[in-house]
């Protein structure tokens, strides 16, 4: 589907079913008192894709029809927002029903095969994407400063959050290359909250080679692959790494920040794109 310039951006038909994020529960603490508790929500939501049944995810519920996109554009099975006509939450039934215009691209090969990664919950890679990921190109002329980075960890700092009502979730942010934070969602699981980000950067019409991304998880492979196909050339978290997140990174050429607390950092990749 062509888009004229200065045209509206596309968008499916979209239902707007977000839950309740948390939920207040009786505790007893260590006085013996009854103390009421926020904790998160958790929910299964089962995503199925012109009536076939593809994945159940546990989500917080905070943006489901966001999560839904962001799953199938980050496991490669739809290649633009286009493709999509419809995304329906129906919490009633834990189901959320995805239309496109032609069908999955090469679902029944991508589906057959998957990678099972360290994400929480269904922290799973589909196909082929260890190998397509060298095929991405992240702008070699965008910089990082430490100014910035500080900025970032600042903002996040000071956002209200799930986490400090409840904790048990992981946040993600997008940010500008200023360190403003553009959106931050959070969910039972790191990936949920990523998949989140990249479903509302393609409602958003958001390119990602200009943003910097943030997460309170660990930065696996997972992670680094996910970012990369966001287009967005910096990561950064307030966690470590693996091994593996370490090796794609440096194979890409993706700028990656760890233990990114208060004034301490540790920058493991990408080095070139970092000013102090």
């Not at 079913?17 to 103390?35: D, F, H, K, M, Q």
């Not at 900025?151 to 997008?174: D, F, N, P, T, W």
Request: aromatic content about 6%; proline content about 4%.
């Amino acid at each position: 589907m062509d888009r004229s310039p200065g045209s509206t951006p596309y968008r499916p038909l979209l239902s707007s079913a977000s839950r309740p994020l948390t939920v207040t529960i009786p505790a007893v603490n260590e006085s013996g008192e009854t103390v009421p508790t926020p904790i998160a929500g958790e929910h299964p939501l089962t995503l199925y894709v012109d009536k076939r049944e593809i994945v159940t995810l546990m989500t917080l519920g905070a943006a489901p029809e966001a999560l839904a996109i962001g799953w199938l554009r980050n496991q490669r099975l739809v290649g633009s927002l286009e493709e999509i006509v419809s995304v329906q939450v129906d919490w009633d039934v834990e189901a959320v029903a995805v239309v496109t215009r032609e069908g999955l691209r090469d679902a029944d090969e991508r589906l057959a095969t998957r990678t099972v990664t360290t994400g929480c919950g269904q922290g799973t890679v589909f196909g082929s994407l260890m190998e397509e990921v060298d095929s991405v190109r992240l702008p070699a002329d965008r910089r990082l400063s430490e100014a910035t980075l500080y900025a970032l960890m600042e903002a996040v700092r000071h956002h209200e959050s799930i986490y400090k009502q409840a904790g048990a979730v992981h946040g993600c942010a997008l940010a500008s290359e200023r360190g403003e934070i553009l959106m931050f969602v959070e969910d039972v699981g790191r990936h949920n909250a990523v998949d989140a980000i990249a479903g509302q950067m393609w409602l958003d019409d958001l390119a990602g080679h200009d943003k910097i991304f943030y997460t309170t998880g660990r930065l696996t492979s997972e992670m680094v692959i996910k970012t990369a196909q966001m287009g967005i050339p910096f990561l950064v978290s307030r966690s470590g790494l693996t091994q593996m997140g370490w090796e794609i990174a440096r194979r890409i050429g993706l700028t990656m920040i760890g233990r990114a607390q208060g004034r301490h950092y540790l920058l493991f990749t990408g080095e070139e794109r970092f000013t102090r």
